[in-house]
């Protein structure tokens, strides 16, 4: 069984940069789709940047398309999400999240929908804070 766990939160300038980790200890993330998501106070959460792991497919929400980078370290098992030009919009509390596909390069053609739908995903992490001080 997979289990993911987030590093990296914390307090940073608007305009600075993080880089939070996603861990997944259990198995390697061949064939998985990687989701992260966030969560602001009062807000539903929602998707910003996925990644197949084992395609290098890669899509990223229009809030933070420019901004933020989401790689994968695969001898490691571990995606980093790279934070750049931070707002305080960008406050939240950040979750990775993993689903395992028969066919990941899929879920990145047409309109994605499933990307973005947290009920397609069933490992989750335990979620990292990002402050944005302005």
């Known amino acids: 069984q997979v289990q993911l766990v987030e590093s990296g939160g914390g307090a940073e300038q608007s305009g600075g940069s993080l880089r939070l980790s996603c861990a997944a200890s259990?198995?390697?993330?061949?064939?998985?789709?990687i989701g992260w998501f966030r969560q602001a106070p009062g807000k539903e959460r929602e998707g910003v940047s996925f990644?197949?792991?084992?395609?290098?497919?890669?899509y990223y929400a229009d809030s933070v398309k420019g901004r933020f980078t989401v790689t994968t370290d695969n001898a490691n098992n571990i995606v980093y999400l790279n934070l750049t030009m931070l707002t305080t919009e960008d406050t939240a509390v950040y979750y990775c999240?993993?689903?395992?596909?028969?066919?990941?390069?899929?879920?990145?053609?047409?309109?994605?929908?499933?990307?973005?739908?947290?009920?397609?995903?069933?490992?989750w992490g335990q979620g990292t804070q990002v402050t944005v001080l302005s």
């Open positions: 999240a993993a689903t395992h596909v028969g066919y990941p390069p899929g879920w990145f053609e047409g309109p994605k929908r499933r990307l973005f739908d947290e009920n397609e995903y069933e490992l």
């Open positions: 259990g198995s390697s993330l061949d064939y998985y789709v």
């Open positions: 990644i197949s792991s084992s395609h290098g497919y890669t």
